[in-house]
Nanobody
Framework: QVQLVESGGGLVQPGGSLRLSCAASGSILSIKAMNWYRQAPGKQRELVAGVSSGDNAAYADFVKGRFTFSRDNAKNTVYLEMNNLKPEDTAVYYC????????????????WGQGTQVTVSS
């Protein structure tokens, strides 16, 4: 089991910045990849950024140059630094972990945080 706890959301004006945090606990050594998703009202959940073990982060086109994915392995925490925020960035942001099965390593499981609200409005 992996537990994910997000924090750092809030209300910010356009052009502002926020840093989201996702603290992982449990079977963290089994994590294959971690991702940030977001879901705006009335829309599908969409991938924002993610990283696989040993790889560099990848970003959706709509956040490239504005958002940065980083990690602190000592704290078992990943971050999403969000700069130059736009109203269309308003959404609930979710941390996601992809975990390899211990018995059958070809099977993967996904775990999600509770989400943190980001609202960009003047």
């Amino acid at each position: 089991q992996v537990q994910l706890v997000e924090s750092g959301g809030g209300l910010v004006q356009p052009g502002g910045s926020l840093r989201l945090s996702c603290a992982a606990s449990g079977s963290i050594l089994s994590i294959k990849a971690m991702n940030w998703y977001r879901q705006a009202p009335g829309k599908q959940r969409e991938l924002v950024a993610g990283v696989s073990s040993g790889d560099n982060a990848a970003y959706a086109d709509f956040v490239k140059g504005r958002f940065t994915f980083s990690r602190d392995n000592a704290k078992n925490t990943v971050y999403l630094e969000m700069n130059n925020l736009k109203p269309e960035d308003t959404a609930v942001y979710y941390c996601n972990a992809v975990v390899r099965g211990l018995v059958d390593t070809s099977v993967t499981y996904e775990f999600w945080g509770q989400g943190t609200q980001v609202t960009v409005s003047s």
